[in-house]
Antibody, heavy 122, light 108 residues
Framework: EVQLVESGGGLVQPGGSLRVSCVVS????????MSWVRQAPGKGLEWVAN????????KYVDSVRGRFTISRDNAKNSLYLQMNSLRAEDTAFYYC???????????????WGQGTLVTVSS | SYVLTQPPSVSVAPGQTARITCGGN??????VHWYQQRPGQAPVLVVY???DRPSGIPERFSGSNSGNTATLTISRVEAGDEADYYC???????????FGGGTKLTVL
């Protein structure tokens, strides 16, 4: 069974840092692009970042570029999102997802983890 | 940046057909993916590449895409289909994945 399990969410002060993790099982992790998507409470989905199979290529939404870093450890079947200089507007559920990414945007994200809540507040 | 526009809400009676639209400039030239998100749960891919269904998704879910509008169609709607639905595309111009604002499907 394909599974993605996020962890590491919590309460952090504005300007602080946090790293969320995603451990996967049930598929060959090193063969897929991976993604982080967030959802503020009661709001819609927002793509945050993508990383390619060996970690050599990353993409970010403009609002987090320079503050967030996506990375992966294929030996540990793990995906990470290091979040620095956090702001109140970064408060959201953070989901990891396998990206069935084709060169022309084919495939979509499937499956998704259950999400981990990051709250930025003083 | 590329914008996807969805109606905030759609209502339909059980057994009827629900159509949820996703508007975007020349969206017919892109691959559109659709997600279902039930309350308190993670999103689930229900249609990818405009009209393909992942394994395990009922045939009642179908998609189409042409011109400036993509459509998710849910036939024979059931109470369990009540959820938020999101469309998604890859925007080559900005190198971003883009989601629509979401549509809340209410089963009357």
């Amino acid at each position: 069974e394909v599974q993605l399990v996020e962890s590491g969410g919590g309460l952090v002060q504005p300007g602080g840092s946090l790293r969320v993790s995603c451990v996967v099982s049930g598929f060959r992790f090193s063969s897929y692009w991976m993604s982080w998507v967030r959802q503020a409470p009661g709001k819609g989905l927002e793509w945050v970042a993508n990383i390619n199979q060996d970690g050599s290529e990353t993409k970010y939404v403009d609002s987090v570029r320079g503050r967030f870093t996506i990375s992966r450890d294929n030996a540990k079947n793990s995906l990470y999102l290091q979040m620095n200089s956090l702001r109140a507007e970064d408060t959201a559920f953070y989901y990891c997802a396998r990206c069935l990414c084709g060169d022309a945007g084919e495939g979509g994200f499937d499956p998704w983890g259950q999400g981990t809540l990051v709250t930025v507040s003083s | 940046s590329y914008v996807l526009t969805q109606p905030p809400s759609v209502s339909v009676a059980p057994g009827q057909t629900a159509r949820i639209t996703c508007g975007g400039n020349n969206i017919g030239s892109k691959s559109v993916h659709w997600y279902q998100q039930r309350p308190g749960q993670a999103p689930v891919l229900v249609v990818y590449d405009d009209s393909d269904r992942p394994s395990g998704i009922p045939e009642r879910f179908s998609g189409s895409n042409s011109g400036n509008t993509a459509t998710l169609t849910i036939s024979r709607v059931e109470a369990g289909d009540e959820a938020d639905y999101y469309c998604q595309v890859w925007d080559f111009g900005s190198n971003h994945w883009v989601f629509g604002g979401g549509t809340k499907l209410t089963v009357l």
